[in-house]
């Protein structure tokens, strides 16, 4: 093997470990708590639609969302600011523990099911089934964003006794 070919196969080797330390999120590794925030949505069995925008004033709006225990909704978001947001569906200690693994990783990209990153002007769908009572939380996790307030909480009604 010549000095190039090693020193290349070196090169590429140490890029692809530092792409794989980086975090992204296409690895499939989840940071949702399962069932205590729901599963995704089924697109047949949507009940309705709620369109979040989020601003650079780090507000999503509306920050409040109340659904049914088992309710799927279709949730169109939108980005209305100039800079990149993103909408994560998750527990509160799952999105303050996501939000400290952006800072040490800003250009994490995300590919799970309860995150969607949309660039400035972009509008993207979360399909997500509320499974269980209790709290959703929802927040931008780009680095400095949830610190600034940019969270919201989804409030889940338990099913009412016929």
């Not at 196969?9 to 708590?33: K, P, T």
């Not at 601003?55 to 999503?60: E, L, N």
């Not at 509008?123 to 600034?148: D, I, M, N, T």
Request: aromatic content about 6%; hydrophobic content about 40%.
């Amino acid at each position: 093997m010549s000095f190039y070919q090693s020193t290349l196969g070196l090169l590429f080797l140490s890029v692809s470990c530092m792409a794989w330390g980086g975090g992204n999120h296409a690895g499939g590794h989840h940071h949702h708590d399962g069932a205590s925030i729901g599963e995704v949505g089924m697109p047949e069995q949507v009940s309705r639609t709620v369109v979040v925008t989020m601003a650079d004033t780090m507000r999503f709006s509306p920050a409040r969302i109340q659904v049914q225990a088992g309710e799927t909704l279709e949730i169109v978001v939108r980005n209305t600011g100039k800079v990149k947001h993103e909408m994560v569906l998750g527990t509160a200690s799952d999105l303050k523990a996501h939000a400290a693994l952006m800072k040490q990783h800003p250009g994490m990209e995300h590919a799970d099911d309860n995150m969607l990153t949309l660039a400035p002007g972009a509008e993207g769908r979360l399909l997500w089934r509320f499974s269980q009572a209790g709290k959703v939380q929802f927040a931008c996790l780009q680095p400095g964003h949830y610190e600034a307030g940019m969270k919201g909480v989804v409030h889940v009604k338990p099913l009412k006794a016929s």
